[in-house]
């Protein structure tokens, strides 16, 4: 073979060996940049993963104490719910015993009058009266406020009085009214109207005489 041709040969395959060295060269510069870009892109996400785990590691500890707190506040608002019923039912209890110790002449003597007048005993009204006056005194006792006196004669005031018997329809507000049945206020209300009649005037008197 012609030496120079064998050199020409040697030389093209030489420079081609450089070539080939040289990619080699590029790729793995090329792959070590991936690598490194990717390396940072797992590092980015496992950091991204762990700060994920932390919020809801947190979240569920939070919930977990809010639940807790839940539960307490039901113990205790059922807790006061009970202690609540108690003291109601302890309140009623009292308040059931004082009426009862107030009009207490009442309803022990009731029953043996009551006996008396069906034997045929001569009860007399006045007695009747007296045994019902701790009725009276229990109402004042409890803050029950008495609306005018049987018999007696005011200003018809609709707000607290109630119309009854003939001419009731025409009677119109400060006409003179008579009382018939007391009515009662408790705390400045109206629990009861009194049952008033009317007043006849000394013209219709006349003309009922004539």
């Known amino acids: 073979m012609n030496p120079e041709v064998l050199l020409q040969r040697l030389g093209k395959l030489l420079v081609d060996s450089i070539r080939i060295l040289q ?13 490194d870009h990717l390396a940072e892109t797992v590092i980015g996400l496992r950091r991204a993963l762990a700060t994920q785990e932390r919020a809801a590691d947190d ?23 009970s202690r609540g019923s108690e003291t109601a039912a302890e309140s009623e209890r009292a308040q059931n015993l004082a009426f009862f110790r107030t009009i207490q002449p009442v309803v022990t003597q009731l029953p043996t009058i009551r006996a ?10 006045k007695d009747v009266l007296d045994l019902l006056a701790p009725l009276d005194e229990a109402l004042q006792s409890l ?4 609306i005018g006196e049987a018999g ?11 119309a009854v018997g003939r001419g009731s329809h025409s009677i119109a507000p400060d006409d ?22 009317r007043v006849q005037t000394a013209e219709e008197t006349e003309a009922v005489s004539s």
């Open 152 to 162: 007696q004669e005011l200003p018809y005031n609709p707000k607290r009085h109630r």
């Open 59 to 81: 979240l569920r500890a939070q919930t977990v104490e809010r639940e807790q707190q839940i539960e307490r506040l039901r113990e205790e608002y059922a807790a006061l719910q």
């Open 23 to 35: 990619l080699r060269q590029k790729v793995n510069t090329r792959k070590a940049e991936q690598y």
């Open 176 to 197: 003179p009214v008579r009382v018939r049945y007391v009515g009662y206020l408790y705390q400045a209300e109206v629990v009861c109207k009194a049952q008033v009649t």
């Open 116 to 125: 008396a007048v069906e034997s045929g005993a001569d009860i007399s009204a």
């Open 143 to 146: 803050g029950f406020e008495r």
